[in-house]
């Protein structure tokens, strides 16, 4: 048949299905190997939904990089599940995700998340750095604090320590943007952010502003505050 051409399966225990744009789980899968899978890989096909796992009562090992899996993702219970790679899909929500893992993988000990908005990683996120990177670490693993390998690193003694005592309180937090109306109700197009007063953006029509500018500055990636004595100028 056209849809297993290029199934992997070793002694039935080992399934690879990848690259077939599925946006499910084929029936197929689950009615052939369902109860002796240990390891499935679904990789790089258009999976919106997981729900055909609900046949695959023995796995062990479950990697779907490069789906489309969002917030709505719902796992069957999957108690001898101990590795879950979901690397570069559509996961936003880290707090949700969790406490559904929390409640249908008891085992869990591996967990990828890399390439997901969920995961604040520098890598995929230019705009995030360590600092945000570790918070989420710790949040990570204040809800599943069995974990012993969570991303590309291994969990350390330390990090098990400080999440407990205070995981509950690194959340990252996304805020939400909401772009301004007009008069009309239509959105304005987001400018970039500039602290030059509204006259002087127009690079067509541009004229010197003398203006007062209020902004925090909190010192990050500083090279600290440095102080310019009379005898320095």
């Known amino acids: 048949m056209a849809h297993t051409e290029s199934l992997v399966s070793l ?8 690259g077939h744009d599925a946006v499910e789980i084929p029936l197929f899968l689950g009615d ?8 499935l890989d679904l990789s790089f096909n258009q999976l919106r939904s997981l729900a055909g796992l609900k046949m695959f009562t023995e796995l062990e090992e479950l990697v779907v990089d490069n789906n489309q899996l969002g917030n709505d993702l719902q796992l069957p219970r999957l108690p001898n599940l101990h590795t879950l790679t979901l690397n570069k899909n559509q996961l936003t929500d ?16 591996y967990l990828s998340l890399l390439g997901n908005e969920a995961c604040p990683n520098q890598l995929v996120n230019p705009d995030k750095d ?8 710790y949040f990570v693993l204040y809800k ?35 772009a301004p109306q007009n008069e009309s109700g239509s959105e304005n ?3 970039p952010y ?15 502003v003398f203006a007062k500018c209020r902004y925090i500055y909190y010192g990050k990636h ?12």
Request: aromatic residues 8%; glycine residues 6%.
């Open 194 to 208: 500039t602290p030059l007063p509204r006259g002087s953006r127009d690079a067509k029509n541009h004229k010197g």
């Open 11 to 18: 002694n039935g225990t080992q399934i690879s299905y990848i």
């Open 32 to 39: 052939t190997y369902g109860q002796f899978a240990k390891r």
């Open 222 to 233: 500083s090279e600290g505050n440095r102080f310019i004595r009379n005898d320095q100028l």
């Open 189 to 191: 197009r987001q400018l």
């Open 144 to 178: 599943l604090p069995n974990l012993k390998f969570l991303d590309s690193r291994k969990v350390t003694k330390n990090e098990v320590i400080e999440a407990g005592a205070r995981g509950a309180f690194m959340k990252v937090v996304k805020p939400k943007s909401e």
């Open 94 to 109: 880290i707090e949700a995700l969790l406490e559904h893992l929390a409640d249908v993988t008891p085992s869990l000990q």
């Open 130 to 137: 360590e600092d945000d990177y570790q918070r989420y670490r």
